[in-house]
């Protein structure tokens, strides 16, 4: 808010003006009603392997995050040109595999992830895109660039946090909204709908029947399946709900089968389908992938999408950018050490307590090592881990990330924030939501913004001028 020359920034103006007249004890009250306007939602997410704490309430800080149209423009070009050349890799290597043969991409990334799927080669996608929904975590960084800190391309989650948390921000603070002109989120469900549609396999005259696919209510991302489904107007179901005939994917109805076109699906890969991928799977629909392979059915995300996220791979995506869009990446990639490669190696464990550690397929901010505020014994423990399967972590600078005021007890107080927009990319064109969401930590110092790790959120205004 205050810029590093302290001087403000012109987009938090009105805020920073705003903060500077409210009575003494206004923000306390509006953040008690914040939090109890979400427990009546129910607004929840599940912690796996917590019995004390199976449902909790994501914590919700009252300050808003802004970011003005210039930025949000650089932004938003920079998504829009990432992910599209990320589904253009995925296109590739499920298809002729140029990168690979030009040696931008080692192969041994893609045909060893875990998230390699062969089924998928050769299949003609609709538009060609793989990634209908992307969320791409974003740091900003020497108060002025901004950074790519991770790609979330399999089933991205938060869409539901970003706009409960807007719709919270409008009962709470209607008069400090109305002092400046916001970009508006709520269309985000309709443009997640009309997405899904346009990547529909079939061209007839009748409109795509689209369900949302959830593991069920034990699901940490229940809530958010929910959430969308009755936003976007769609069938929530589970597997059983679905069953295959003549490779046509149909639901069950109380009027009789009704054919599905489009599954957006928030279920992981490997419970997609029992013939194809694991046999004890009872989340997904046998037949699945027979009638997907057939072009009956879309599935968005598509099988396989998960090479693109890797955390290695993560460290070529400036190279995918060049090669396939000719431009250089509008947005920087964090310094990533690659430990599957001897120097980088060798200059990971002699630099452990400077440097952030992370799993190649870790998520929540678990898996990871944090050297500055790691102890010695810590440190040591990770070093073994990575001596032995060094392929399996990549390590990047302690970065000095940008900080957002959120309020607390005695006041305001800077947290470290990063941002999650939502990139939508359908067979017509590419929709972006105007900011997305911001994930705060709210332990004094931390770098862990994950709800899982004890980080909340906040609502992101963007700015129309």
């Known amino acids: 808010m205050n810029g ?16 500077d ?11 008690g009603e914040a939090e109890l306007l979400f427990r009546k939602v129910g607004i929840t997410f599940a912690v796996y392997g917590n019995a004390e704490a199976e449902e909790r309430l994501i914590p919700f800080d009252i300050i808003p995050r802004i970011i003005s149209a210039r930025e949000w423009a650089k932004l938003s070009k920079g998504l829009e040109q990432r992910v599209s050349a990320l589904n253009q890799f995925l296109k590739d290597i499920y298809g002729p595999r140029e990168i690979l043969r030009a040696g931008i991409v080692p192969s041994e990334l893609v045909y060893q992830n875990p998230y390699y799927r062969p089924q998928m080669h050769g299949l003609n996608l609709r538009g060609g895109i793989y990634v209908q929904v992307a969320g791409v975590d974003i740091v900003r960084v020497d108060d002025e660039d901004f950074y790519v800190l991770e790609d979330n391309l399999r089933t991205p989650s938060g869409v539901s946090y970003m706009l409960e948390n807007r719709e919270v921000m409008q009962r709470l603070f209607p008069e400090l909204m109305a002092m400046q002109r916001i970009l508006p989120i709520e269309n985000y469900a309709n443009d997640l709908l009309a997405t899904l549609k346009s990547v529909a396999g079939r061209s007839d005259a009748r409109t795509p029947t689209v369900v949302l696919l959830t593991p069920g209510s034990f699901n940490s991302a229940y809530y958010e399946h929910s959430f969308l489904a009755d936003r976007m107007g769609v069938e929530l179901v589970e597997g059983r709900d679905l069953f295959v005939r003549d490779e046509i994917v149909y639901m069950r109805t109380t009027e009789g089968p009704k054919r599905v076109d489009v599954i957006y699906s928030r279920i992981d890969d490997e419970y997609l389908d029992p013939l194809v991928f694991r046999p004890d799977s009872a989340l997904g629909v046998p037949g699945l992938i027979a009638a997907y392979r057939a072009g009956n059915v879309t599935i968005a995300n598509a099988p396989g999408t998960g090479v693109a996220d890797d955390k290695a791979l993560y460290s070529y995506v400036p190279d995918i950018v060049r090669f396939y869009t000719g431009e250089e990446p509008i947005l920087k990639n964090v310094p990533t050490w690659r430990c599957r490669e001897p120097e980088a190696l060798s200059y990971v464990l002699d630099n452990l307590h400077e440097l952030v550690v992370k799993e190649v397929n870790g998520s929540g901010g678990y898996g990871m090592l944090v ?17 032995a399967r060094p392929d399996n972590y990549i390590a990047q600078p302690t970065l000095a990330l940008s900080t957002s005021p959120v309020f607390t007890q005695s006041g305001l107080a800077p947290r470290h924030v990063d941002l999650r927009p939502f990139v939508l990319t ?6 972006l939501v105007p900011g997305g969401l911001t ?5 004094p110092g931390s770098l862990v913004v994950n709800s899982s790790q004890g980080g909340g959120t906040k609502d992101t205004w963007v700015l129309s001028e």
């Open 439 to 443: 994930r705060v930590a709210l332990t």
């Open 426 to 431: 359908g067979s017509d064109r590419v929709r």
């Open 4 to 19: 590093s020359a302290g001087e403000g920034r012109a987009a938090y103006k009105v805020l920073r003006d705003w903060l």
């Open 21 to 31: 007249t409210v009575p003494p004890g206004l923000l306390e009250r509006r953040s």
């Open 371 to 387: 050297g500055p505020h790691a102890t010695k014994e810590a440190c040591e423990q990770f070093r073994a881990r990575v001596l």
